[in-house]
């Protein structure tokens, strides 16, 4: 009989953020490697393709959506609504179910609370799988202060949780390393687990058979793409400052996809600039992500300073798997910096440090070969070490074991 494992996750297809397509991957995944797999979730709320099913079965994977509002992402008080409302639609619909075995994804981050109290009351067992580490990125950005009361009550509530939970997973070696340090989390219950992209999806495609770079005007240019959210996580303000500079080289274009919290101010600085060497576009179709993303030479991945180890942007992986050079805009202590500089396929600068980014820019421009080498080395580590397949038989082998407890 299959192991039975039930995902509570925010996002699912069709969403086209990057933690729908990687949770719809992993589901589909695990149900292909005989695991029996249902899917809580709510309808699609960004870059979607309308009203879904409430209940149905897609490639091997049961899916329910429980109600939400669906106010966007454009406020952070809208984003806020629309997680409670799903948490407390998700906790009357799983609050009579019978005993499961759980994978909480910490999408919103305070769901994991949610497996912590239904624990309690139907003794089921379940794994977290943290994509970023609560309170500590909203203390680091300014949200909330670090020794203010909800600091202090989330703290609690993440150590209730972190303690019940059976297994953690999360999504680097530095990320494990912080969390490790959190109440209620001990070493051998942390296990690291990378995101990933599919290199058979996503694959080097030459700018001649690309449709895309013809539709852009992009032919001829060094593309630097930013290609994701736009939001309080990034450091976008360095990218655009080396646009500024580089201005006179018409041979480079940078080009943003996709939306967020900065777009807006970005869109306004560039044309208070007057900047012709930038292009906004919003989120793409993932089925349009083999042509996208291989419409770019550089990817840049950018974290706010001081979030290193609390999160890891999974935009790295398919950068990796398009075959683009990695420009990482991050501290020296990221697993973006560590996968950078131990597979040799890009180069990091600091967040402000502008100078240090034209100068990448520059000599990638200036010295082609180093370009493709770096390239080659992006795809070929993608497919070495983070490719789709290597992460779900991680995945399956973890949870398999853990529902023959």
């Known amino acids: 009989m299959a192991s039975m494992l039930t995902i509570l996750t925010q ?5 086209t953020a990057a933690t729908g397509q990687l ?3 992993l589901a589909v995944g695990l149900a292909k490697e005989g695991l ?14 309308g009203r879904q099913p409430r209940c149905e079965v897609r490639d091997g994977v049961r899916v329910n959506r429980v109600f939400s509002t669906r106010f966007g992402r454009q406020h952070i008080l809208f984003r806020l609504v629309d997680a409670v409302s799903f948490c407390l639609s998700l906790g009357s619909r799983l609050l009579l179910a019978r005993r499961m075995n759980l994978l909480i994804v910490s999408n919103p981050p305070f769901l994991i609370w949610l497996g912590w109290m239904l624990s309690l009351l139907h003794v089921h067992s379940y794994t977290l799988l943290i994509h970023d580490i609560y309170p500590d990125v909203a203390i680091r950005l300014g949200v909330i202060a670090g020794n203010g ?3 202090r009550l989330w703290r609690r509530l993440n150590e209730c949780a972190y303690r019940r939970a059976k297994r953690i997973i999360t999504l680097g070696e530095r990320m494990g390393e912080r969390l490790a340090l959190h109440r209620g989390v001990t070493p051998e219950k942390v296990h690291v687990i990378h995101n990933w992209a599919d290199p058979s999806f996503i694959r080097p495609l030459a700018r001649c058979e690309n449709p895309f770079v013809r539709e852009q005007g992009l032919s001829g240019k060094l593309v630097v793409l930013y290609a994701g959210n736009m939001g309080r996580f990034h450091d976008l303000e360095t990218l655009l400052e080396a646009a500024v500079r580089l201005e006179a080289r018409e041979e480079v274009v940078f080009l ?13 600085y560039a044309s208070q600039k007057h900047l012709k060497n930038i292009q906004f576009l919003p989120y793409q179709p993932a089925d349009d992500l083999p042509r996208t993303i291989t419409a770019g030479d550089v990817g840049v991945v950018s974290l706010e300073r001081g979030t290193e180890g609390l999160c890891v942007p999974s935009k790295l992986y398919t950068y990796m798997a398009g075959g683009l050079a990695i420009l990482a805009l991050t501290g020296p202590e990221s697993e973006v910096a560590d996968i950078v500089e131990r597979h040799e ?20 421009l200036e010295d082609p070969e180093l370009l493709e080498e770096h390239k080659s080395r992006s795809r070929q580590c993608l497919v070495d070490e983070f490719a789709r397949g290597h992460a779900v038989r991680r995945y399956a082998d973890l949870l398999s074991r853990a529902t023959e407890r």
């Open 149 to 151: 009361v909800t600091a």
């Open 345 to 364: 396929c890009g180069a990091r600068a600091s967040q402000g440090d502008v100078d240090r980014v034209v100068s990448l820019l520059e000599l990638w």
């Open 256 to 268: 943003f996809i996709g939306g967020g919290a900065k777009k807006k101010r970005l869109i306004s």
């Open 11 to 15: 996002h699912y297809y069709p969403e």
């Open 23 to 25: 949770l719809t991957d």
């Open 36 to 49: 029996d797999v249902t899917v809580y979730t709510v309808q699609p709320s960004y870059g979607a393709r």
